[in-house]
């Protein structure tokens, strides 16, 4: 037998025409191996070959960086620099995932080992093929703990999978994980063990697409400055950084999260730490997920670490472990704005703080996320949307997706125009809250021209819509809003005897702005229980400002009540829950509308805040009348002539007093077998202004 041709490296175009370099090189030392072990006399060749093939290997190595100067991207030459492989650990590692890549090979390898019942490698057999020895002692070393192979995961040694007991370390079995063979190849995958709570992810989102407050983008741009000037773009990693990214849920910091790692130009591994919980030794899953994310050269992204603490307390020792041994950068994202435990705080290399998107944010948003291939109407209002709904950018993405869907199915999946009213729809789907629990929605689909008063309180009530309207501009375009600290919402009063249609006055103005009016029931607010009501007063605002919504204090004397001189328990936590309601109105963005017959009951540090002051007066003769020939539906049989000047000058009535009294007429015009006329509306005009202590020029 004489020696194979010696395969001399050529200049490597491509990852496949290295690897299958390496793969001939290796087949052409199995079946030298091969022959030497049926036929003593080739022993010797192949102790020849074992020398050319290490000069060859060296010549490899030379190429295969050349390439990759040019170039050619060859993950091993990566992989072999960040773990510092010689060339004999090369050609083991070469050995064990040859399995993975060529089934010729594989079957060589069980050949060579002399049983093709054994279905795996063992330590002895790999050591005496790459570099045949008599005591293998120089060998061992590969395949001990602590060696590059073992310590970066590229190997596992195990005991036999037969069962049988090993007698040393030579007799152990030695592969190499699948993902290894993956990234060798050019495909990053993770570990099997670790896809029920961790995600391998390839970002693609630039640092540039994702919508930042200026002061969180300042942040941002901060950090990654300091990170290339004290690491560069290519050495990530070569020590611990960790990043902490904190905020409220929904806010963007995944989003963030992922630009980073795309600007780093690095697959992005999330640990879900809040999903290990009884899924056995937390310590072993951690290390193992840091590990492999070590071995990809991935962004660390362990998420949720307090939802884990809170019930495996004991997982603090292995995530600061990780921390302190990460080569590279580990970003810890907890689910909400969480302090977290102190021994975290001096491993944190910085901070950054993401807030939810304002209103400017929010517009960009939804104009970055619609699709540019659907056609929009001429109707839409993205600055609109932005101000009705406080949705994050997660949520206006799935808004325009259900709004799209929404848009198909309407056309009979023939989408040619989105319209406002499917964004609309869109983003009402994604408010999700509880404020259902202390409120009663509105469902008034009245307009502005329905709303019957004086010239005085319609040009203030116009005002305050107008004012509603621009807000957004006077505190963003503007500047207010960088001016005011607290304060930006907008607060008014509307005062007047009961039915002169302040409530109703409330309920148009949210329809004519595309609100929700949410209604505060007193009743599911104040509790007899120390603390509830503070509680409920907090979980309102909370809703409400999720979802942008109106919020209306009905007869708000009762809870803006004046603070008193505390003399017993109950002063004092009454005076707790006014001051609960001022913090919260000061810190609320959007607009509350408060009613009250008792404007002098209303705490004077709330009257401060409030920006419009409007009073509902009694309606004159002018407005009776009208309110009369509106409210009655065109519908409705009349039998008659129905004299409204009549009904407006004789029955000194408020508007909702003339509603029950033609609803009460009504009644008893169908009792009667006829229609709505003068005498029933005159009877119970008599009686609503009897009920309610006012004279009529009518004697009974």
């Given amino acids: 037998m004489t020696v194979a041709p010696q395969l001399d490296p050529v200049p490597f175009q491509s990852n496949d025409a290295y690897l299958a370099w390496e793969m001939l090189r290796l087949q052409q030392r199995l079946n030298t191996y091969l022959a030497a072990k049926e036929n003593p006399q080739y022993v010797a060749t192949y102790h020849q070959l074992v020398g050319q093939l ?6 490899g190595i030379k190429a295969r960086r050349e390439a990759c100067e040019s170039g050619v991207e060859i993950p091993f030459n990566e992989l072999s620099t960040r773990f510092g492989l010689s060339g004999a650990e090369e050609e083991v590692l070469f050995a064990c995932i040859a399995p993975h ?14 049983s093709v019942l054994k279905n795996y490698l063992e330590v002895g057999f790999l050591a005496e093929l790459i570099k045949p020895s008599q005591t293998l002692l120089t060998e061992r070393q590969w395949f001990e703990s602590g060696s590059p192979l073992l310590e970066s995961d590229l190997l596992v040694i195990e005991p036999p999978p037969d069962g049988a007991k090993p007698v040393s370390l030579l007799s152990h079995s030695v592969y190499s994980p699948h993902y290894v063979a993956a990234a060798v190849a050019g495909v990053s995958v993770m570990d099997e063990r670790l896809a029920p709570f961790c995600v391998l992810e390839k970002p693609t989102k630039e640092l540039f697409e994702v919508i930042l407050s200026p002061e969180t983008r300042d942040q941002v741009e901060r950090f990654v400055r300091g990170f290339y000037r004290r690491e560069g773009p290519l050495s990530l990693g070569s020590r611990a950084w960790t990043l902490l990214v904190s905020g409220p849920r929904k806010s963007g910091k995944t989003s963030l999260i992922r630009a980073l790692a795309k600007t780093f130009q690095r697959p992005l591994f999330i640990l879900n730490l809040d999903q290990l919980e009884r899924r056995g030794s937390v310590q072993q899953l951690i290390s193992l997920a840091a590990r492999n994310a070590q071995f990809l050269g991935a962004v660390l992204l362990m998420c949720q670490p307090e939802q884990l603490l809170a019930n495996e307390p004991a997982a603090l020792g292995p995530m600061i472990n990780v921390l302190e041994k990460y080569r590279g950068l580990a970003i810890l994202e907890p689910h909400e704005t969480t302090k977290l435990p102190e021994p975290f705080e001096t491993l944190i290399d910085f901070p950054i703080e993401v807030e939810y998107p304002d209103a400017t944010q929010r517009e960009q948003l939804w104009e970055a996320l619609l699709p540019p291939s659907v056609a929009l109407g001429d109707e839409i209002d993205l600055g609109l949307l932005a101000n009705n709904y406080g949705l994050s950018g997660g949520q206006i993405e799935a808004a325009i997706g259900w709004a799209v869907q929404r848009a198909r199915t309407r056309t009979n999946g023939k989408l040619t125009t989105l319209t406002q009213r499917d ?25 502005l021209e329905h709303l019957i008063l004086p010239p005085e309180p319609m040009e203030l009530i116009t005002e305050l819509l107008e004012a509603c309207r621009n807000r957004q501009t006077i505190l963003n375009d503007w500047g207010f809003g960088s001016r005011l600290v607290t304060g930006k919402g907008l607060v008014a009063l509307f005062t007047g005897e009961a039915g002169t249609g302040k409530t109703l006055c409330a309920e148009i103005l949210a329809n004519e702005l595309d609100l929700r009016l949410h209604i505060v029931s007193i009743p599911k607010v104040v509790s007899k229980w120390v603390g509830e009501t503070e509680k409920n007063i907090r979980a309102i605002f909370n809703n409400a400002r999720s979802q942008s919504s109106m919020l209306l204090f009905d007869e708000a004397d009762s809870l803006f009540a004046t603070r008193v001189k505390v003399e017993k328990a109950q002063d004092h936590f009454q005076n707790m829950e006014v001051n609960m309601l001022l913090q919260e109105i000061e810190r609320f963005e959007g607009i509350v509308l408060l009613t009250t017959n008792l404007e002098t009951n209303i705490d004077r540090a709330f009257q401060r805040r409030i920006l419009f002051k409007i009073d509902f007066p009694n309606p004159e003769k002018e407005q009776r009348q009208k309110i009369w020939q509106t409210l009655i539906p065109k519908d409705t049989p009349i039998k008659g002539e129905i004299d409204f000047d009549y009904l407006a000058d004789e029955f000194e009535l408020t508007g909702g007093q003339i509603k029950n009294a033609i609803v009460r007429a009504a009644y008893r015009s169908v009792a009667a077998g006829e229609g709505l006329n003068i005498a029933a509306l005159e009877d119970a005009a008599h009686q609503q202004a009897k009920e309610a202590g006012k004279l009529t020029r009518r004697f009974d």
């Fill in 423 to 447: 964004l609309v729809q869109g983003a009402k789907s994604q408010v999700r809250s509880k404020i259902g629990d202390y409120t009663d929605a509105s469902k008034v689909k009245l307009r």
């Fill in 54 to 59: 290490e000069s060859t290997r060296a010549a």
């Fill in 101 to 114: 890549l060529s089934a010729t090979n594989w079957h060589l390898l069980v050949c060579c080992q002399g």
